[in-house]
Structure formats: structure tokens, C-alpha cells
């Protein structure tokens, strides 16, 4: 496996090592799923935190008529939007900022298993909605209750008539369900968004 030794290195030079990985489908085999687990057990010693996406789960978002070539391209759309989602939390200058020493603060040395699910809503509801398709949402842990996270990284973009007090419901939402777990939260607004509100999360567990 050479992901583990380029985080390693990358770790050594002292970057920060995020690392996004798929797990197989039940129908490869045990074998596979056996080198699978081998290598994210490796990633996780050389990462600070490893965000996996178990192709699995994906089962319980398509339709079953779905095609084969449709249900590879969600499951890249959704791998894009964790990379994206992380990058736009330290990236964007917003409502709220995150830094790249808020982000080290969570993940940074904690080799921590981690799971990400994004989630979209429009209408006078919206920040009840979202909360809402997040805590049901199959790749977040395998529903496996928030308040057991470590960490949890919020980022929420919304259009132009995104306000803080709208982010402060959805948080509000969300801290009914994840208990004293540290958050980190970053919002902003994209006029490209129209009246949809996006939150993308991410789960560390160590």
C-alpha cells in the first residue's frame, strides 16, 4: 500500500493529512474487503484523521433501477464534496471562519476514523429539513448516534438570503442531538446556492 507511506511523509514534513478513502461493495468478496480494512488500519496510523465513504451505504440512497455508470457518479459526486466541503471550511471567508489551527485543533494527531454526509434543503423549513436528512442520512457512521463523536466539523452554505440567525437554528438543531461533542462551524453564502441551504458534516471518532 503507498497511501500510508505518502502520509507518513507528508506527516513528517509537518502537514496536516486528511485522508479520503472508499470501502469496497459486499459483493467483491471477502478477500477485498479483508485488504481493504488492512489498508485503512495503515492509513489511520500515518493520517491525522481518515474520512471513508463504505460503497455499501450507497445502496440505501439509489433507487434500485439505478445504473451501474449513475451509481458510480454519486458515489464520486459525494467523495468530491468531502474533499470540497473540508476545503471550503478554510478557504472561504464567510458569516463564520474557520481556520486551518481550528481544523489542526480537531483532527491534528488524533489518527481519528471519520465519516462525512452532505445534506440539501430549500423552502421555509429548510433549517428544520436539513437537520433532519443529516441525522438519517446511511453514510454518517452508519447511523450511529452523534452525541458519540469526538469532534464534529459543520460547514453550512447557503444563497444570499442565508442569515445567522438562520445558522443559529440549524446548530440549535443540532446540538439537541450531539450532546457536549466539541463543533466546529463555519458558514458562508454562495449566490450560486438561489434559496437552498447546504450542510456538510464530517464525524471523528478516535
Known sequence: ??????????????????????????????????????????????SDAVISFPNQRFLEIVDERTRLPETFEIINRAFC????GIWQMIERTGLINVSLQDLRSVVESKHAKSSFAVAEAEGESRSREVVGALLEHPLLAGGEPLEEADALLVNIVGGESLSISEVD?????????????????????????????????GRAHV
Open 81 to 84: 464534496q468531502g474533499v470540497q
Open 169 to 201: 437554528r440549524i446548530m440549535e438543531r443540532m446540538r439537541r442531538h450531539v450532546g457536549d461533542v466539541r463543533i466546529v462551524v463555519g458558514a458562508s453564502s454562495d449566490a450560486s446556492m438561489g434559496e437552498k441551504v447546504s450542510v456538510k458534516i
Open 1 to 46: 500500500f503507498r497511501s500510508p507511506v505518502i502520509a507518513r511523509q507528508a506527516r513528517e514534513a509537518g502537514a496536516l493529512v486528511l485522508s479520503f478513502v472508499s470501502l469496497p461493495f459486499d459483493l467483491e468478496g471477502q478477500q477485498r474487503r479483508q485488504r481493504a480494512d488492512l489498508g485503512l488500519s495503515q492509513l489511520l496510523v500515518s
